[in-house]
């Protein structure tokens, strides 16, 4: 058992690294916790800080859980265990450290970059699906916490189908799935009761179809 508890760990302190907190206080002598909405991720970083250390945040986060699902987990090699839950249990750990942060009073972001790298090296063909629901959300709403959910809501519909379409889905990503589902939503129950009052915060430029749809009508 101590392969396993190892990569467990590692996946954890990986998941850990407070990424938009370390770029805030190195680049801008600033702490992302005390402004905007206060969130320690790449959505509030892109907000205060722009879309360079935003675009820098979400890429570590997401290799965060890439690093967990397919390299901390080879510390479990050995174990009788299916290799996609150990894949998918270090992905866990990564984006569980991600929201609770030892290394920073356990508050962190809402995990759903880290989940995103997870899915990506564990489940290509779900995840995909999930990050075009992702991008349709965002480019119809400008919000990115609609699309964050729509993805959570799109990845186990779509494990669902393509194992009905007979490709390889197995029974624990399937359970991951619906359980992955439940997690982000409850990350993000703030933004839905702003979401709920008309009062979250939106990214005009990312409103791209509204846009285009207009000028597809005035033609």
Known sequence: MIGPAAALVLSYLLGSFPTSIVVGKVFFRR??????????????T????????????VLVDVGKGVAAALLASRLAAGTPLPEDAVRLACGTAATVGHVW????GFRGGKGVATAAG????VAPLPFLAALAAFALGILST??????????AVTFPAAA????????PVS???LGFSFLLAPLIIWTHRKNIGRLLRGEENRF?????????FRKQDLK
Request: proline share 2%; hydrophobic share 55%; no cysteine.
């Open 118 to 121: 997870t899915l990506a090296a």
């Open 204 to 212: 005009e430029k990312l409103r791209v179809l509204p846009r285009l």
């Open 101 to 104: 942060t030892v290394f920073a």
């Open 46 to 57: 892109f907000r205060v800080f722009g879309w360079k250390a935003g675009v820098l945040v």
């Open 31 to 44: 702490d992302i916790r005390a402004e905007g909405s206060g969130n320690a991720g790449g959505t509030n």
């Open 160 to 167: 669902l189908a393509i194992r009905a379409a007979g490709f």
């Open 171 to 173: 029974n624990v990503l």
């Open 142 to 151: 400008g919000i990115v916490s609609v699309g964050s959910l729509a993805a």
